[in-house]
């Protein structure tokens, strides 16, 4: 299984998009990223 770290810009989007109102799940389709990752940070 594969492990990668999220980039400083990419935590920096998701709190912005967090911010907006973005569900975890759309904020995973953005960043191209499962949304189990986005929901743990």
Known sequence: MSYC???TSE????EVL???G???RAIA???N?????I???
């Open 5 to 7: 770290h999220l980039t």
């Open 11 to 14: 935590r920096t989007k998701i």
């Open 18 to 20: 967090k911010g907006l």
């Open 22 to 24: 973005y569900s975890c």
């Open 29 to 31: 389709r953005n960043l």
């Open 33 to 37: 990223r499962s949304h189990t990752t």
């Open 39 to 41: 929901h743990v940070k």
